[in-house]
């Protein structure tokens, strides 16, 4: 997969994402103010990331790019959402998790 089809499955992912958090925790059909902000900050910091090439998302980096007030708001909708992925968009969610699985197995094998 090419580094622009990367960033775009990346961005897919985490938008639907912040969409399922909001929408369960905030009760709106779309984005609040707060999750609106989180999700474009997502996407330009997936547009800037420098190891796309070499990751699979940005749950598996090891560098954490996200501002820290940032980064825990993500991780709160990725904990909440990554469970809840499977029936909002089953296929995605087995993306994610083969290409986890893939990425486990290459770093493992580095060391």
């Known amino acids: ?9 990346e961005k897919e992912t985490v938008s639907l994402m912040i969409s399922i958090y909001c929408r369960r925790n905030h009760g709106t059909k779309t984005l609040c103010a707060d999750c609106a902000a989180l999700d474009s900050y997502a996407r330009i910091r997936s ?3 420098p190891f796309m090439e070499t990751k699979t998302f940005c749950s598996n980096c090891r560098v954490h790019c996200y501002r820290k007030d ?30 986890t699985k893939k990425e486990k ?7």
């Open 1 to 9: 997969m090419d580094v622009m089809a990367k960033r775009q499955n």
């Open 47 to 49: 547009d800037k990331c």
């Open 70 to 99: 940032m980064r825990e708001k993500i991780q709160a909708v990725m904990r909440f959402s990554g469970p809840r992925m499977v029936f909002y968009h089953p296929l995605m969610a087995i993306r994610h998790l083969i290409e």
């Open 105 to 111: 197995k290459r770093l493992e094998g580095k060391k």
